[in-house]
């Protein structure tokens, strides 16, 4: 006879201010992840745009907003642009290995490294080794973190310049955070080379997406999401495939640089993701 499966108890934050949308107020709904099943919750609650942060699963529940919209690539579908053809070619001799869920200082040092520069003062700013550690390490479902190296001379694996802690799902691999040397400037669109090898590894193992956590429309930092394509976005009737002509409308209104990939892959508030100091209370 089978154990009856328990459904998850569902909890709401307090009102905070909104990291994306000035004058906006963000509230999120979440649960925990534990017990025998809990890598097929995830599974079923990442399809109806949760993610995951250690062994909490969480999506925005805000009163008066839904500018939070959950997406994901189409890895088999996908059409790299010229710009991330660039990226490909440049990029293409790092060497990349699939390790465990097992922080490291190497890791830790780099992941400094890219907050001291592109997110000074930002909800991790404040994460020490240790909650670095717990970030990695405290999963309930199949996590690994994939390590991005230069070749030394002899063609073994050299430095780390990009790191991504990675979910894999039933139905692909859902990007939780990204980082990378931003003093690689020899490696233009590093970053976004983290997502794109992501989108090819997925198409590869014939898994069907790459999530990418949330797109906030009318938040200028997470435009780069609609760069991939196809692109699908989750809605009250469900996934749809974002059409040609509105993905081209969203691209055409980017007017800044291109925002390295790794920026939006999810971690501190980028994706409403709790910060190293935020911890769910669970009653």
Same mark, same amino acid.
């Given at each position: 006879?089978? #154990?009856?499966? $328990?459904?998850?108890?569902?909890?709401?934050?307090?009102? #905070?201010?909104?990291?994306?949308?000035?004058? /906006?107020?963000?509230?999120?709904?979440?649960?925990?992840?534990?017990?025998?099943? #809990? =890598?097929?919750?995830?599974?079923?609650?990442? $399809?109806?745009?949760?993610? $995951?942060?250690?062994?909490?699963?969480?999506?925005?529940?805000?009163?008066?907003?839904?500018?939070?919209?959950?997406?994901?690539?189409?890895?088999?579908?996908?059409?790299?642009?010229?710009?991330?053809? /660039?990226? &490909?070619?440049?990029?293409?001799? +790092?060497?990349?290995?699939?390790?465990?869920?097992?922080?490291?200082?190497?890791?830790?040092?780099?992941?400094?490294?890219?907050?001291?520069?592109?997110?000074? !003062?930002? !909800?991790?700013? #404040?994460?020490?080794?240790?909650?670095?550690?717990?970030?990695?390490?405290?999963?309930?479902?199949?996590?690994?973190?994939?390590?991005?190296?230069?070749?030394?001379?002899?063609?073994?694996?050299?430095? +780390?310049?990009?790191?991504? +802690?990675?979910? $894999?799902?039933?139905?692909?691999?859902?990007?939780?955070?990204?980082?990378?040397?931003?003093?690689?400037?020899?490696?233009?669109? &590093?970053?976004?080379?983290?997502?794109?090898?992501?989108?090819?590894?997925?198409?590869?193992? !014939?898994?069907?997406?790459?999530?990418?956590?949330?797109?906030?429309?009318?938040?200028?930092?997470?435009?780069?999401?609609?760069?991939?394509?196809?692109?699908? /976005?989750?809605?009250?009737? !469900?996934?749809?495939?974002?059409? @040609?002509? =509105?993905?081209?409308?969203?691209?055409?209104?980017?007017?800044?640089?291109?925002? @390295?990939?790794? @920026?939006?892959?999810?971690?501190?508030?980028?994706?409403?993701?709790?910060?190293?100091? =935020?911890?769910? /209370?669970?009653?």
């Amino acid at each position: 006879m089978t #154990a009856p499966v $328990r459904f998850p108890r569902f909890f709401v934050t307090a009102p #905070a201010p909104c990291p994306y949308l000035p004058g /906006k107020t963000e509230r999120k709904v979440f649960t925990e992840l534990k017990g025998p099943h #809990a =890598e097929q919750l995830n599974d079923a609650l990442s $399809r109806i745009g949760f993610r $995951r942060s250690q062994t909490v699963a969480y999506r925005p529940s805000c009163v008066d907003c839904r500018a939070c919209i959950s997406v994901r690539v189409v890895a088999e579908e996908f059409k790299p642009s010229s710009s991330q053809r /660039k990226s &490909l070619r440049r990029n293409d001799d +790092l060497i990349v290995t699939e390790c465990r869920a097992w922080a490291t200082t190497e890791q830790y040092e780099l992941l400094q490294k890219y907050l001291a520069s592109r997110h000074p !003062g930002g !909800g991790m700013a #404040a994460m020490d080794e240790v909650d670095y550690a717990d970030m990695v390490e405290h999963t309930a479902v199949s996590s690994f973190v994939i390590e991005y190296r230069e070749p030394t001379v002899d063609g073994s694996p050299g430095r +780390l310049v990009a790191a991504c +802690l990675t979910d $894999r799902q039933a139905d692909g691999l859902s990007m939780i955070y990204s980082f990378y040397d931003p003093d690689c400037s020899d490696r233009a669109g &590093l970053g976004n080379y983290v997502i794109l090898d992501h989108i090819r590894r997925t198409a590869e193992a !014939g898994l069907p997406y790459v999530y990418l956590g949330y797109w906030v429309d009318g938040s200028q930092r997470m435009q780069y999401k609609v760069r991939y394509r196809p692109l699908e /976005k989750l809605g009250p009737e !469900g996934w749809s495939r974002m059409s @040609e002509d =509105e993905q081209a409308s969203h691209i055409a209104a980017v007017t800044a640089p291109e925002t @390295e990939a790794a @920026e939006a892959v999810e971690g501190g508030t980028k994706d409403g993701m709790p910060g190293a100091q =935020e911890r769910y /209370k669970l009653a």
